[in-house]
Antibody, heavy 119, light 107 residues
């Protein structure tokens, strides 16, 4: 059974760096074709795809945020880490990690974690 | 970037109604489209991928169609648990953009 869970701070100050961890089970990020994505949702707004890391360390980012995002993986811990620099109140959102099914569909999601950027 | 536009943004319906939601891509994406359902306070759930393939465990009252730029999600007979927001998602081009969402509300 595949599960994912996000963890990290619930409150960050503007200009600070946000670091979120996605801890997963039921699959390996060393298996061909596997990926883990990060998606966020501002309150009352639509979903916004942020980034994805693949089994082969290939990493892709949303161009609108690329300069501020970094995604890494630790396969020994079954974790993926998202870093967002220079946080702003507009970055307040629920952040989700999700398992990539074949062909970039996301079939398993974490419960999400609400991060508020406020002084 | 490819833009994904959903319509309507909201629809009011009753249990038993047939509901149709549309997603339009700003350029040809073949069949590389998914549909998700999101209940308030919950993570999205994958309903359909490849434009028309039902994800395992999803009731058959959900169906998807379309290719190229125009896609449709249909709920053949709305059930109480279907009141939610639905999103389409582009799957073959970065960024993997989501549509703006369609909220299915009680009439």
């Amino acid at each position: 059974q595949i599960t994912l869970k996000e963890s990290g701070p619930t409150l960050v100050k503007p200009t600070q760096t946000l670091t979120l961890t996605c801890t997963f089970s039921g699959f390996s990020l060393t298996t061909n074709g596997v990926g883990v994505a990060w998606i966020r949702q501002s309150p009352g707004e639509a979903l916004e795809w942020l980034a994805i890391i693949f089994w082969d360390d290939d990493t892709r980012y949303n161009p609108s945020l690329k300069s501020r995002l970094t995604v890494t993986k630790d396969t020994s811990k079954n974790q993926v880490v998202l870093t967002v620099t220079n946080m702003d109140p507009v970055d307040t959102a629920t952040y989700y990690c999700a398992h990539r099914q074949d062909w970039n569909y996301f079939d398993y999601w974490g419960q999400g974690t609400l991060v508020t950027a406020s002084s | 970037d490819i833009l994904m536009t959903q319509s309507p943004s909201s629809v009011s319906a009753s249990v038993g109604d047939r509901v149709t939601i549309t997603c339009r891509a700003s350029q040809d994406i073949g069949g590389w489209l998914a549909w998700y359902q999101q209940i308030p306070g919950k993570a999205p759930k994958l309903l359909i991928h490849g434009a028309s393939t039902l994800q395992g465990g999803v009731p058959s009252r959900f169906s998807g169609s379309g290719s190229g730029t125009d896609f449709t999600l249909t709920i053949s007979s709305l059930q109480p648990e279907d009141f939610a927001t639905y999103y389409c998602q582009l799957a073959n081009n970065l960024p993997f953009t989501f549509g703006g969402g369609t909220k299915v509300e009680v009439k």
